[in-house]
């Protein structure tokens, strides 16, 4: 099936295209035996947070193995900050990774398993114990740091394995699902965190089959499935290139006929639906759309409780171009 976005026309990775790129991927394919990993990736990532997003076994997981410079490509090329990740060592220590899975050394404590992947990415002996605490102190470890990892709560272990990524000091961080088995109160400042590291300039990866997960950090996005990043840029932008379906606005308001009979004349509304609490309306041209119901709002003084789009979330586009992938009738 010929792919619904044109990945051309699509912003690469984030909106800040001066910057140098941190990846670039071509024709990157890896596969095991006969079991395929991911296929053909043509990416670049200049900066920020990109959301990786896609179901469980899409190449999520190879793919980022493939960034932290653990496994060789099969064929292709993978550069990450202009180097081979996998034999520049110089490079490596830029990266900050965090597996979806970890086998920690249980019998340390917080504070010694962290210092001593520290040491491992190269931070000086003497410097490690101070930059693992630093590190733990940003995760909310501090008063934990002392405890045997073996007792901690899923919770507890992701915010210990995000300390360890991030006590080198790194430029680039993968983080492989890392929000999964938190609570919401230790997802949120999890979330913060993330932020505050790529205000403070680290390029940010971060992998989730969660699509609200990656919401809450930014609107860049990679979608991946079967091995194939099939859309790439910010989801309003993907979106907007999605022209094949009309756009949905839904309205609830006190007088629903009068909006729709005001609505129902236009070229570009595909579809009219009243419903309970107000109407659901699919139009070609979105922006016109909500320009014209701004000016019958006013023109009728009705009242709106809520204005809303069940197309402007990742879930509508992750629905759309995993369901074209397929080959399904969107």
Request: hydrophobic share 45%; net charge neutral.
């Amino acid at each position: 099936m010929t792919p619904v976005v044109d990945r051309t026309a699509v912003p690469s990775g984030t909106a800040d295209s001066g910057r140098p790129p941190v990846v670039v991927a071509t024709g990157l394919s890896k596969w095991y035996g006969h079991v395929l990993g991911v296929s053909d990736i043509a990416w670049t990532v200049r900066g920020g947070i990109i959301g990786l997003l896609g179901p469980n076994g899409a190449g999520k997981s190879t793919l980022i193995k493939l960034m932290a410079g653990l496994i060789r490509p099969s064929r292709g090329q993978l550069r990450i900050h202009g180097q081979d990740p996998f034999a520049d060592r110089d490079v490596r220590r830029r990266i900050g990774y965090a597996p979806e899975h970890e086998s920690a050394w249980d019998e340390l404590t917080a504070l010694e398993l962290v210092t001593a992947m520290a040491e491992l990415a190269g931070v000086a002996r003497p410097a490690a114990e101070p930059a693992a605490k630093d590190a733990l102190a940003q995760m909310g470890m501090t008063d934990a740091m002392h405890r045997r990892v073996k007792g901690f709560s899923k919770g507890m272990r992701q915010r210990t394995k995000l300390a360890t990524a991030i006590a080198h000091r790194p430029d680039f961080l993968l983080l492989d699902e890392p929000l999964t088995g938190v609570d919401p109160i230790a997802r949120a400042e999890i979330v913060a965190r993330i932020r505050e590291l790529a205000v403070g300039g680290a390029t940010v990866v971060v992998s989730s089959h969660v699509l609200y997960e990656i919401e809450a950090l930014t609107s860049e996005i990679a979608v991946i499935y079967r091995g194939q990043v099939l859309a790439e840029g910010n989801v309003y932008e993907i979106r907007r290139l999605i022209d094949r379906h009309p756009h949905r606005i839904r309205i609830e308001c006190d007088r629903p006929r009068i909006l729709a009979a005001a609505l129902a004349a236009a070229e570009h509304v595909a579809r009219i639906e009243i419903t309970d609490h107000g109407l659901l309306v699919e139009t070609r041209e979105p922006d016109r759309c909500y320009d014209e119901l701004a000016a019958t709002v006013l023109e009728h003084s009705l009242v709106v409780s809520t204005l809303s789009s069940p197309d402007n979330n990742l879930s509508a586009v992750f629905d759309y171009l995993t369901a074209s992938a397929r080959g399904d009738a969107p």
